[in-house]
């Protein structure tokens, strides 16, 4: 009677290919999900952190040199040509060229509000793109790899009724496989929801910033120029009191 072989030394028979492979298709296309959720999922982070990082440096730009010019025009024409700071600015000049063509006319305040706001919500439109998909990995990641752990907990259900004993060798290999897929579904979520809560504060800062950009220009063009935000100033060193210096004795 031929001995039972045993595996090679440093081979795992319970690793995560042999797993998937004991899983079949069920388990491979739950794996190969995850992997494309994960992937998609870093790519969508990485796009919109650069993205977030090119209009905080526009905004940098617009609090150093922006309100130092005679009119808005050449002030738009320092910034780049595809800045969102610069499309407010061009969509607020157009709209201010168009109130003067309407056949009937509305308040100026009124309109110039309307278009501002539909401008800076375009831009916070696009700086939404690809949350969703962020948020729909976090809630769902961890189901996906719940269902190939309901199906791995079922394949050694099947083994132990099959064999008819509950010995370590039947079940190990379908219960160590329900674990991987919830392990798996773990690791693509929590990332997820950490990018989606990141960039939404970065999201929110960035809209705080365009807010006020968009009222300063709203001011600027009411007044005729005459309303300009107050740029802050360099802070000077604070100058210390010296002490009064000791009454001296009458002699």
Do not use: C
Request: glycine content about 8%; proline content about 6%; hydrophobic content about 45%.
């Amino acid at each position: 009677m031929a001995a039972p072989t045993t595996p090679p030394a440093g081979d795992n028979p319970y690793g995560l290919l042999q797993a998937l492979q004991e899983g079949g298709l069920i388990s491979w296309t739950v794996f190969i999900i995850l992997v494309a959720m994960s992937i998609f999922s870093f790519y969508i982070l990485f796009t919109k952190l650069l993205q977030q990082q090119k209009i905080m440096s526009q905004a940098n730009k617009v609090r150093a040199s922006f309100w130092n010019s005679p009119n808005l025009r050449e002030a738009a024409n320092k910034l780049e040509q595809r800045s969102a700071y610069r499309a407010i600015v061009e969509d607020a000049l157009v709209a201010q060229e168009q109130h003067s063509k309407l056949t009937d006319p509305i308040d100026q305040h009124d309109w110039m509000t309307g278009s501002l706001s539909r401008s800076q919500g375009a831009i916070t439109n696009r700086l939404g793109e690809g949350l969703a998909f962020l948020a729909t990995v976090g809630s769902t990641a961890p189901f996906i790899g719940l269902f190939g752990t309901v199906i791995g907990i079922y394949r050694a259900l099947i083994k132990i009724g099959a064999s008819g004993q509950a010995s370590i060798s039947t079940v190990a290999g379908p219960v160590g496989e329900a674990l991987i897929m919830t392990a798996l579904g773990l690791v693509v979520a929590v990332p997820a929801v950490l990018a989606y809560n990141w960039l939404i504060r970065r999201n929110k800062s960035i809209s705080e910033d365009l807010a006020a950009f968009t009222n300063d220009v709203h001011g600027y063009i009411m007044s005729g120029g005459a309303v300009k935000p107050i740029m802050a100033s360099p802070k000077q060193p604070a100058q210390v009191a010296k002490p009064a210096p000791a009454p001296t004795a009458a002699r």
